[in-house]
């Protein structure tokens, strides 16, 4: 049973703002929501993390409402390499469930 | 910082044959690793959970004998595929736990052995 439903892929061009949401229904109290990026044959990188609100660095945004049932990932002015598969995960201290991800596409 | 490395990085080998990849934390201690398995096209499928010092809890349907996993030390973790066969074809990865907090989970990834079995 998929602990997170994100769309399979997204496509979008450069310079815009990209948003993928990410539905969490059955979050538990303890886990965390974190965003990963994945390039072909490489391992997945740590985007962000958060619990509840909003939480921002250098390379993206996360958004996660009240209720903790969804959160949205906001990268700021898309490039052509930001072209990747992103997996969206709510876990606490094991290890990670991995869902298909989003596959997002950056066109020029 | 939070720097975690993957030896080798592809291999190929005979069939029935065993192969060593190591992965290590190479700026922080890890007291958890994880071990992944990746096929083309798909996502990652956790194999088992790597503590220092004790046994490695697998996942469901994952032989736990053909996949062995040494954790000796705080920044090193080993999965040996023994008896390796063409389907054990795949992408392995690694991760490593930062941190004792029992709920915070961050992990941060190797960049994969890629493992062709011939």
């Known amino acids: 049973l998929a602990k997170t439903t994100q769309p399979i892929s997204m496509d979008s061009y450069e310079g815009q703002e990209v948003n993928i949401t990410c539905s969490h229904n059955n979050i538990a109290t303890n886990d965390y929501i974190t965003w990963y990026q994945q390039f072909p044959s490489q391992g997945p990188r740590f985007i962000i993390q958060g619990y509840k609100t909003k939480v921002t660095n250098e390379v993206a945004s996360l958004f996660i409402p009240a209720d903790r049932k969804s959160s949205t990932l906001s990268l700021p002015r898309v490039s052509l390499s930001d072209t990747a598969v992103y997996y969206c995960?709510?876990?606490?201290?094991?290890?990670?469930?991995f869902g298909k991800g989003t596959h997002l596409i950056i066109q020029p | 910082g939070a720097v975690v490395s993957q030896h080798p990085s592809w291999v190929i080998c005979k069939s029935g044959t065993s192969v060593k990849i190591e992965c290590r934390s190479l700026?922080?201690?890890?007291?958890?690793m994880f071990w992944y398995r990746q096929f083309p096209k798909q996502s990652l499928m956790l194999m088992a959970t790597?503590?220092?010092?004790?046994?490695?809890?697998?996942e469901q349907g994952v032989e736990k004998d053909k996949f062995l996993i040494n954790h000796a030390s705080l920044t090193l973790s080993t999965l040996t595929v023994t008896s390796a066969h063409p389907e054990d074809s795949s992408f392995y990865i690694c991760s490593a736990k930062r941190g004792s907090s029992g709920y915070y989970n961050e992990q941060f990834f190797g960049p994969g052995t890629r493992l062709t079995v011939l």
């Open positions: 790597s503590n220092e010092g004790s046994k490695a809890t697998y």
């Open positions: 700026d922080f201690q890890a007291t958890t």
């Open positions: 995960l709510r876990g606490g201290a094991d290890g990670l469930t």
